[in-house]
């Protein structure tokens, strides 16, 4: 015989008090080279791992809910990563951090945060990476010339180059055209010539031209009540 709950039906619909978590955490070294889908299962994990109380999705496979606000290529480094948890305890932002780091695998930390409290509505509140616009990338390669692959790999002109020497450069990359940014990666690690490659996402930025995507989720933080 299936168990099931003499819960009432309306107490599972009364509204919750929902806290969400808006924070940025590094990806870098080895790290780079978890893809996306493993990294939402180490966060997750890292969740549980922390004794925190996620909200979990409706469905049929409910899962804690989490978002991050543009996944990374697989083997690309961050400085700034923006990444959201809500959660049904009542935790400030340090304290949480300082719960989770610990949990989390080498190269993965979190920095920063705020949290948005609001009661458990039907309307889903924004999205991060509705949010997201582009970002500030740095290459750097050992062993060919930048300046001379970026010419004929990186030739879209809505790449903005911020600065170039010979063996490091940063671009602006709006989201549109981040896949060209993965196919460079793609043919650039398979050149001969070309010794090491890294690429390191230092900023993330919003859809207001230029301003960081967290400073922007922070400054729009009372949508988010829904």
Same mark, same amino acid.
């Given at each position: @015989?299936?168990?099931?709950? %003499?819960?009432? $039906?309306?107490?599972?619909?009364?509204?919750?008090?929902?806290?969400?978590?808006?924070?940025?955490?590094?990806?870098?070294?080895?790290?780079?080279?978890?893809?996306?889908l493993s990294l939402l299962r180490v966060m997750?994990?890292?969740?549980? +791992?922390?004794?925190?109380?996620?909200?979990? %999705?409706?469905?049929?496979?409910?899962?804690? &809910?989490?978002?991050?606000?543009?996944?990374?290529?697989? *083997?690309?480094? &961050?400085?700034?990563?923006?990444?959201?948890?809500?959660?049904?305890?009542?935790?400030?932002?340090?304290?949480?951090?300082?719960?989770?780091?610990?949990?989390?695998? !080498?190269?993965? +930390?979190?920095?920063? *945060?705020?949290? /948005?409290?609001?009661?458990?509505?039907?309307?889903?509140?924004?999205?991060?990476?509705?949010?997201?616009?582009?970002?500030?990338?740095?290459?750097?390669? @050992?062993?060919? %010339?930048?300046? $001379?692959?970026?010419?004929?790999?990186?030739?879209?002109?809505?790449?903005? /180059?911020? &600065? /170039?020497?010979?063996? !490091?450069?940063?671009?602006?990359?709006?989201? $549109?055209?981040? *896949?060209?940014?993965?196919?460079?990666? $793609?043919?650039? #690690?398979?050149?001969?010539? #070309?010794? &090491?490659?890294?690429?390191? +996402?230092?900023?993330?930025?919003?859809?207001?031209d230029r301003v960081p995507l967290f400073e922007?989720?922070?400054?729009? +933080?009372?949508?988010?009540? *829904?």
């Amino acid at each position: @015989t299936l168990f099931r709950s %003499t819960q009432s $039906s309306s107490a599972w619909q009364q509204k919750r008090t929902i806290y969400r978590h808006i924070l940025s955490f590094q990806k870098l070294g080895k790290s780079a080279y978890i893809p996306h889908l493993s990294l939402l299962r180490v966060m997750e994990r890292s969740v549980q +791992r922390a004794g925190l109380i996620p909200r979990f %999705t409706t469905g049929f496979n409910p899962k804690p &809910s989490l978002e991050f606000a543009q996944p990374l290529p697989l *083997g690309f480094e &961050s400085l700034d990563e923006v990444f959201s948890v809500e959660l049904l305890d009542e935790v400030d932002p340090e304290t949480l951090i300082d719960r989770l780091n610990p949990v989390l695998p !080498e190269g993965l +930390r979190f920095f920063r *945060g705020f949290k /948005i409290q609001y009661p458990e509505i039907s309307k889903k509140p924004p999205s991060l990476m509705s949010c997201y616009g582009g970002g500030l990338y740095r290459i750097k390669i @050992t062993g060919e %010339t930048l300046e $001379s692959i970026l010419s004929c790999i990186l030739n879209d002109t809505s790449l903005q /180059i911020e &600065s /170039i020497s010979s063996s !490091e450069a940063s671009l602006y990359v709006p989201v $549109s055209l981040q *896949g060209i940014l993965k196919k460079a990666f $793609s043919s650039l #690690i398979s050149c001969k010539n #070309i010794a &090491s490659i890294n690429i390191i +996402r230092e900023i993330s930025y919003s859809i207001q031209d230029r301003v960081p995507l967290f400073e922007y989720l922070y400054q729009i +933080r009372n949508n988010f009540s *829904g």
